[in-house]
């Protein structure tokens, strides 16, 4: 493989604006789902955020999603990557 192959699969870090960094932290779930809480996963997302916020990513945090809500973020986060 050469460089140029190499840098074809790097992510840009010298651009301004960096892009967006999205965050789901499920802690609590549906009883039907018959799954615990999982805890520290708050502290886990807050680390990311501060991290990727200081690399110069906008951040956006969604908590305690369910499957048609994850869906739907990936569904708008494709639509706006496609429209800009």
């Not at 840009?12 to 039907?32: A, C, K, Q, S, Y």
């Not at 999982?38 to 110069?56: C, I, P, Q």
């Amino acid at each position: 493989m050469n460089m140029g192959d190499v840098n074809m699969y790097r992510y840009r870090m010298d651009h301004l604006e960096r892009g967006r960094f999205v965050i789901i932290n499920n802690e609590t779930f549906l009883p039907e789902t018959g799954m615990e809480s999982r805890r520290g996963t708050n502290r886990d997302a807050d680390m990311l955020d501060a991290d990727f916020k200081r690399m110069g990513f906008t951040v956006e945090l969604h908590k305690d999603q369910t499957a048609h809500q994850m869906l739907q973020l990936m569904i708008r986060g494709w639509y706006n990557m496609l429209m800009t």
